[in-house]
């Protein structure tokens, strides 16, 4: 590919990605699902006016980082830590549930494979894809409603946090026992050295960002600084840990989300992710995603998948919180609140991916699932407190 060639490329996926964004909006769909449409559209699926290359994919995986970095800084660490042991529970079943629904249903469907082998990984990474929440369209609905800042609301939202962080660590397990050079103890043993090791970065570079922070305040050099600790960290989670880099990056940002200016740097990175790399990321998923192996057999697959991610998430959630004391609508409410996916959930898939783990044809199921779960759960909520109104 020419180097010119390059600009084509990159207007065209910005120009699609923004578009169909805004369509997707007005639809009510998140924006995200709209840029993958994009990628499907521009790409090889239809028009095929972009095609993939390295390019596009380095920039796609600095848009991940990027977004986990983002991600890590909207933590809330003093709600996190108010509602931490009843949403340490639900979302440890929330991820549980789903990662055990997600392994027996592709292993009942193309069969049970022996421990250690490609099909059984295989059967394992669709668990993890299913084990990602997002809240976004949920905090929004509850928001709307006056809802968001009840007991409930609060612990679906922490439960959701901590969900993702356990789902990340669940990710950086699989991908780790995949390596046929990889052991169950080295794994152990990296992880542990890893969280020991940001533990000490977190003490320390949290000290210099607070000095940076008192004396620099909303200057540009605290988020430039900021984004370099981001990328080290995923540079050095991969390099000399094995772990995937966007734990890494969402590690940086838990590191600074409690820092004066978080805030300012989430601001800007906000502004280079939303206008560049993040698209790029989106789009770049329906440029690899093919429906050459969509059969009515696959179909059926998708389908179910579906299914079972949504009902696993209920399931979970909302049989913990009622072992918690909470009544059966409230359960409810918190098992619906919990299963609406979105970008965790891609970047999972694009992980597998990357790493050999899954084929491309399964990003239709995940596509499908983000949009089923973004549109119905709204819904439900509201059919739920309609019915069973709770205290704002």
Excluded: W
């Excluded at 003093?78 to 639900?90: H, N, Q, V």
Aim: glycine share 10%.
């Amino acid at each position: 590919m020419e180097t010119y060639e390059i600009f084509k490329s990159l207007a065209i996926i910005l120009v699609a990605a923004k578009v169909c964004g805004l369509l997707a909006s007005k639809l009510k769909a998140p924006q995200v699902v709209g840029e993958i449409i994009a990628g499907l559209l521009i790409g090889p699926c239809c028009l095929n006016l972009v095609q993939q290359s390295d390019f596009i994919n380095y920039m796609a995986e600095i848009g991940v980082v990027m977004l986990m970095f983002f991600a890590g800084l909207g933590t809330n660490l003093k709600s996190l830590l108010k509602t931490g042991p009843k949403a340490l529970l639900i979302a440890c079943a929330g991820v549980f549930i789903p990662l055990l629904g997600g392994f027996l249903l592709y292993s009942c469907y193309y069969g049970f494979a022996p421990s250690g082998s490609d099909e059984f990984y295989s059967a394992l990474f669709i668990g993890t894809i299913m084990t990602a929440t997002s809240v976004s369209i949920t905090v929004a609905a509850l928001q709307e409603m006056g809802y968001l800042k009840t007991e409930i609301g609060t612990t679906i939202l922490s439960a959701a946090i901590i969900d993702d962080v356990i789902g990340i660590i669940v990710l950086t397990f699989v991908i780790g026992f995949k390596n046929p050079d990889s052991n169950p103890s080295s794994i152990v043993v990296n992880t542990l050295l890893f969280f020991l090791v940001s533990g000490l970065i977190g003490f320390i570079g949290y000290r210099i960002f607070k000095l940076l922070d008192t004396k620099y305040p909303h200057t540009r050099r605290i988020p430039i600084l900021g984004l370099a600790l981001a990328l080290a960290m995923a540079y050095s989670a991969e390099k000399f840990f094995g772990i995937a880099d966007i734990t890494g990056a969402y590690v940086a940002g838990i590191i600074l989300c409690n820092i004066q200016d978080a805030d300012y740097i989430a601001r800007k990175i906000d502004i280079s992710s939303y206008m560049f790399f993040a698209p790029i990321f989106f789009v770049s998923i329906g440029l690899k995603t093919t429906f050459d192996g969509m059969t009515l057999a696959f179909l059926g697959f998708s389908i179910l998948f579906v299914i079972v991610a949504l009902a696993t998430k209920i399931l979970g959630c909302g049989l913990m919180s009622k072992v918690l004391g909470f009544k059966n609508d409230e359960c409810l409410k918190i098992g619906v609140g919990m299963m609406t996916r979105g970008e965790v959930a891609l970047i999972v898939a694009q992980k597998g991916l990357s790493v050999g783990m899954i084929d491309a044809k399964y990003f239709p199921a995940v596509i499908l699932l983000i949009m089923i779960s973004s549109i119905i759960t709204p819904i439900i909520l509201k059919l739920l407190y309609s019915k069973y109104p709770a205290k704002a």
